[in-house]
């Protein structure tokens, strides 16, 4: 369990070679913390291994395939084989091209499922596992481009919006279970994700998301804005109407 400074025993990180992921892992890291890797088999994902062992972290290596839903139940009985988790990150996805994303079926379906069905399914196999160990966080990375989706990339605004509600429900069923779930809402986060695109205003690194998250799980908040001004940004941009919200450079 986390202990009385906030420190977690065991982290699982579902899309363990994400930079955001990585970022929370190394703020954890500590000699006898157990960390959990689930990521398609990759260089990355070794050397992030070899790295995290190096500080005296314990490191399990587990596939995930975010498109695979028949092998969830797998990744997550192995994820917990080692005990109990403290803390469970769910940090894949993809950006895709916004123009292509919704003329192209298969890739529309692709981040449809990615961005969502994925995170849900596997989700309520987390929930299941958590509520038997009667503790636990889950942090789910959403987006601010799901608060309000936007012309400019509704395909994967519309999936960070469902992934959004979905884990602000499944927080409120957990609740009374002593399970709690952590819904982030990055905005523009300089990684490789967004490599090649232009920054805007706000911008923030993984390292910026993993401290706030790791703030936010000592201070037990379940919804987080990173940077935080962002709140007030979204708040009033939700507000907006939609003849003014489609003229606006978003």
């Not at 990759?42 to 062992?53: P, Q």
């Not at 003849?243 to 978003?250: G, Q, V």
């Amino acid at each position: 369990m986390i202990n009385a400074v906030g420190a977690p025993q065991s982290l699982l990180l579902l899309g363990g070679t994400s930079d955001i992921a990585l970022a929370i892992a190394h703020r954890y890291a500590r000699p006898g913390l157990r960390i959990v890797l689930a990521a398609r088999p990759s260089d990355r994902r070794t050397a992030a291994a070899t790295e995290l062992k190096s500080v005296g972290c314990e490191v399990t290596e587990v596939d995930l395939e975010a498109r695979d839903h028949d092998s969830h139940a797998a990744t997550i009985e192995l994820a917990f084989a080692g005990g109990d988790i403290d803390i469970a990150v769910i940090a894949f996805g993809l950006l895709g091209d916004a123009e292509r994303a919704w003329q192209d079926p298969d890739l529309a379906l692709e981040l449809a499922e990615v961005n969502y069905a994925a995170p849900v399914h596997l989700g309520v196999l987390l929930g299941q596992r958590m509520q038997a160990q009667a503790h636990g966080w889950i942090v789910a990375l959403s987006s601010v481009a799901g608060e309000r989706v936007r012309r400019s990339n509704f395909v994967y605004g519309s999936t960070k919006a469902g992934l959004d509600g979905f884990f602000l429900g499944l927080g409120e069923a957990l609740r009374d279970h002593g399970v709690r779930v952590l819904v982030v809402r990055p905005g523009f986060v300089k990684s490789k994700m967004t490599s090649g695109l232009d920054e805007v205003p706000l911008s923030v690194t993984p390292n910026d998301v993993a401290e706030a998250i790791t703030d936010a799980i000592q201070s037990k908040r379940e919804l987080i804005w990173v940077p935080g001004p962002l709140r007030a940004i979204m708040s009033g941009l939700r507000h907006v109407p939609r003849p003014l919200f489609r003229k606006l450079p978003l």
